[in-house]
């Protein structure tokens, strides 16, 4: 009888083991689709989602990563305004840059400048940089600083790290102050923000990156909700980011250079 009871056991013991492993292994392939799910964009267009109709005045951010873009058809598919890069660090200059300005102020889309801000490097210097090379003009979009993470711009938890980041954000913020009269508006996403921006930069819109969900109003005072970073649009090649501006035509006009 005892080993009967023995085999018993352990027909018991394996039988629960592998039950185990079935459901950790579920679990885990749960896990890993919902990662791969939050690492795509829900959105892929103006229309594909319920804000298109609470969101009425759209735009585009491009760079020389979007190739050639057609900007008659851009315009035709109602983009009232582009960002568009100009430069990055102390040195890079965006190679479609002008091009691209040239052709959307051309077709009377309200178009502004962004820089890539570059972690480590003296701010005052970047926006020198940018203040050299960028066109802003009467009726251009106040410039604007991108404030994100990149294979370059590391993330650190360390505090000196995050206080050195903010530190030459400050210097560059001041420097475009003085140079346009107008506080830069800056371009950031929930975790960039949260490290670097909330209650440093009271003055300054805030351009805010959530692929997932309308931005929470409560955190910040977001004016632009870049929504999408693979966009399909006439016009464009291949993905473009896909921005709401949040309030009425007449407050967009506030964004728009004296």
């Known amino acids: 009888m005892r080993k009967n009871k023995n085999k018993k056991s352990k027909k ?43 969101y009425v005045i759209r735009g585009v951010d491009v760079s020389h990563h979007n190739g050639t873009i057609n900007w008659t058809q851009l315009k035709n598919e109602g983009i009232s305004f582009a960002f568009i890069k100009a430069t990055e660090g102390l040195s890079h200059k965006d190679r479609k840059y002008k091009k691209n300005y040239d052709a959307s102020k051309l077709l009377d889309i309200k178009t502004g400048t962004y820089h890539f801000y570059t972690f480590g490097l003296d701010g005052a210097k970047q926006a020198q940089h940018f203040i050299r090379h960028a066109t802003v003009g009467s009726g251009d979009l106040i410039p604007a600083i991108d404030v994100e993470h990149s294979p370059i711009n590391k993330y650190s938890s360390d505090k000196d790290y995050i206080g050195k980041v903010i530190a030459e954000l400050v210097k560059m913020e001041h420097e475009m102050y003085d140079h346009y009269g107008l506080h830069p508006i800056i ?10 921006i909330q209650d440093k930069f009271p003055n300054n819109l805030i351009w805010m990156s959530d692929l997932h969900n309308e931005p929470n109003t409560k955190e910040n005072e977001w004016v632009i909700w870049q929504f999408s970073h693979t966009g399909k649009i006439n016009g464009a090649i291949g993905d473009i980011d896909l921005n709401y501006f949040r309030y009425s035509y007449r407050q967009f006009n506030e964004l728009l250079m004296p």
């Open 12 to 54: 018991q013991t394996t039988l629960i083991l592998i039950v185990s492993l079935i459901l950790v292994s579920s679990v885990f392939l749960i896990v890993i689709d919902s990662i791969k799910k939050l690492s795509r964009d829900q959105f892929h267009s103006f229309y594909d989602n319920k804000y298109s109709h609470k």
């Open 187 to 196: 371009y950031t996403n929930k975790d960039c923000y949260k490290l670097y």
